[in-house]
């Protein structure tokens, strides 16, 4: 059972156009949404997070827009260079007992193109 | 300096042996974790450890046992290994285990022939 639910599965984009990912969840008991960033041959790095509480939250070309009443957020990146060609991970978190887990979506793989 | 390093970064290996991967994290935390990727990239936890303490364990096979030595550490041994078990994985740290960003190392790429 896929908890966050994350499409597209890969992503073309020109140089400079707007990379857009979007991920969907059920469970109402998550209370972060961060977002990973993957290139090859390496381990997932934070890139940007968000709260329920805020609809939408923006740290330099990468945006995260959030609706709550329809359990959806997703991933905007403006002017998309090159350099961003990675794997982008949605993600959600839970907290019971004491300790956190977080649940990742299934992955986007972006290229952009020159 | 590398926060969460891991060896070794490839390991192959034949059916039915027994490996381990170690992890060490130089962030001061609290929290670690090992995670699993398979081919399709898809990331699930596996494990989580809080200050020597299992936390999480996510209906692992038993084959799979984590030992934490000491906070900075969390290894990762694999008993009669199968092929089901050739993935990338990654062990990753966190401030505290209620929170805090999650770190993780660069992988370790499992294949089990």
């Known amino acids: ?28 008991a998550f209370d ?24 939408e939250k923006k740290e330099g070309r990468f945006t ?11 991933l905007h990146i403006m002017d ?10 949605c993600a959600a978190r839970t907290r ?8 990742f979506g299934t992955g986007t793989k972006l290229q952009v193109i020159p | 300096d590398t926060a969460v390093s891991q060896t070794p970064k490839y390991l192959v290996t034949q059916m039915g042996n027994d490996k381990s ?3 060490e994290q130089n962030l001061g935390h609290d929290t670690m974790y090992w995670y699993k990727q398979d081919s399709k990239k898809f990331l699930k936890i596996m494990f989580s450890y809080n200050n020597k303490e299992l936390i999480i364990n996510e209906t692992v096979p038993n084959r799979f046992s984590p ?7 969390l290894n990762l041994h694999i008993n009669s290994l199968e092929l089901g078990d050739s993935a990338v994985y990654f062990c990753a740290s966190s401030p505290k285990t209620s929170g805090g960003e999650q770190f993780f190392g660069p992988g370790t790429r499992l294949t089990v022939l």
């Open chain 1, 32 to 55: 972060y949404f961060p977002w990973y960033q993957q290139f090859p041959g390496k381990g997932p790095a934070l890139l940007i997070a968000i709260r329920p509480d805020v609809s």
């Open chain 1, 1 to 28: 059972q896929q908890q966050v639910k994350q499409s597209p599965q890969s992503l073309i984009v020109q140089k400079g156009g707007i990379s857009i990912i979007n991920c969907a969840y059920e469970n109402t």
């Open chain 1, 64 to 74: 995260i827009s959030f609706n709550k009443s329809a359990k959806q957020f997703s």
């Open chain 2, 67 to 73: 030992k934490s030595p000491d906070k900075a550490h």
């Open chain 1, 80 to 89: 998309s260079q090159p350099g961003d060609s990675a794997t982008y991970f």
């Open chain 1, 96 to 103: 019971s007992g004491g300790y956190q887990k977080v649940t």
């Open chain 2, 21 to 23: 991967i170690k992890c």
